[in-house]
């Protein structure tokens, strides 16, 4: 898990400084909202991928499953001490925090959509032709939120000044605004501790407004439009869901306004996502190497093997397995199936866990066979040395260590 949040978060940043030295400046607003949701979108769905960039004859892999080898009584951990340190590692205190913050992401997420939708249905709601109308009485500010403008009807506008403002945060609606600040609220759950995550959020909500404020120059001036923005006396809301009329910072408005349209050719920039993401997949993605099914008895094919047989790295695995002892306490028994590759020079790597038990006793799974002092000889297809998938049950049995226990009495 914290491989993939750490790739997440590199992912993340280099999406970003392409977008902040390439992209921000230039006046294509709908082409950077593109980017920034597409980007993110890849920074934590890339390292979940699975691809084979480079497939050749040596990447075959074999998948097999060993016999199932059993922990009882006699492999069980010295001290309750050592169970202690093992389970309050500083990987597991970090994953705590990192569930506990997630959790109260989550919770003030669902509390802003709550309040939001409890203020919909205490409302008078009157419907339009492609929104819905709900006047504030001046108890809230004139914002937006999916197919809800919340307009504060105690103001004193002109009718001029009033078009304008309802085309901007219609503007929000029709292009779905809010869909894409829910999303980014969810990507901050997955990746709250990455600072960068927050600069996304910003500068999504950042081109929200500047598209909206194109739509009403296509009908004003400039100078007028930003005159509004001035003097506009909407105060602000802690809704960060919505699109509230003064909720981005009105210079950076005023700035995109005024500057001239970027080239055309500029908007070609958005392609420099192709060679980053192809180095994303390269670098992060898990490798997806080709399963080929033999038999046994073919010739062609050596299984991977061990130096002095399987026998003898079982006998050693057995001496090395332990049985934590609180998992042992609560009763948690059952089967860890541990899958690492022998790669063609004969060394172990991409050790997971296909299914487990606990934390503690897959840890110790994999732990035991990675310290089993071992020689392995990697498979070979035709001639040539080929990957190999191996899959170790580890079965963890309480009745198993209280008969053992039984029977050393």
Request: aromatic share 12%.
């Amino acid at each position: 898990m914290f491989n993939y949040l750490i790739e997440s978060s590199v992912c993340l940043i280099l999406f970003y400084l392409v977008y902040f030295f390439f992209l921000r400046n230039d006046t294509f607003f709908q082409r950077n909202r593109f980017y920034l949701l597409l980007s993110s979108f890849l920074a934590i769905t890339i390292p979940l991928l699975e691809f084979n960039l480079t497939p050749t004859t040596s990447d075959k892999t074999i998948a097999v499953t060993l016999e199932t080898i059993s922990v009882g009584a006699t492999n069980v951990e010295q001290t309750l001490e050592t169970t202690v340190t093992n389970t309050w590692s500083m990987g597991t205190v970090l994953l705590i925090v990192y569930i506990v913050m997630a959790l109260l992401m989550i919770a003030r997420f669902a509390w802003r959509m709550m309040r939001l939708i409890r203020i919909i249905r205490n409302s008078d709601v009157q419907t339009r032709l492609d929104y819905k109308l709900i006047n504030t009485q001046g108890n809230l500010p004139t914002f937006s939120f999916m197919r809800y403008l919340f307009w504060d009807n105690t103001k004193e506008l002109t009718p001029n000044e009033r078009t304008k403002i309802i085309n901007h945060e219609l503007t929000h609606i029709r292009d779905f605004h809010s869909w894409d600040v829910m999303y980014m609220e969810v990507i901050k759950i997955i990746l709250w501790f990455n600072p960068i995550i927050y600069l996304y959020d910003r500068s999504l909500k950042y081109h929200h407004e500047f598209i909206a404020d194109a739509a009403v120059l296509k009908e004003t001036s400039a100078k007028d439009y930003g005159k509004l923005l001035v003097q506009s006396l909407f105060k602000q809301m802690n809704l960060q869901l919505t699109h509230n009329f003064n909720q981005i910072e009105i210079k950076k408005r005023l700035a995109m306004m005024e500057k001239l349209r970027s080239p055309g050719y500029k908007f070609l920039k958005i392609f420099l996502l192709l060679p980053l993401m192809a180095m994303m997949l390269f670098a992060f993605s898990n490798s997806s190497p080709k399963v080929v099914s033999v038999k046994q008895s073919d010739s062609s094919y050596r299984f991977a093997g061990i130096e002095g047989g399987l026998g003898l790295f079982y006998k050693k695995l057995s001496k090395e397995l332990r049985y934590p002892i609180e998992s042992q306490r609560k009763g948690i028994e059952g089967r860890v199936f541990v899958n690492f590759k022998i790669k063609a020079d004969g060394s172990l790597t991409q050790f997971k866990i296909l299914k487990g038990l606990d934390e503690a006793c897959d840890k110790e799974a994999i732990r035991a066979i990675k310290a089993v002092n071992v020689n392995w000889l990697p498979a070979k297809m035709e001639g040539t040395h080929i990957g190999q998938k191996l899959t170790i049950p580890v079965l963890f049995s309480v009745n198993k260590a209280k008969k053992q226990a039984q029977a050393k009495k």
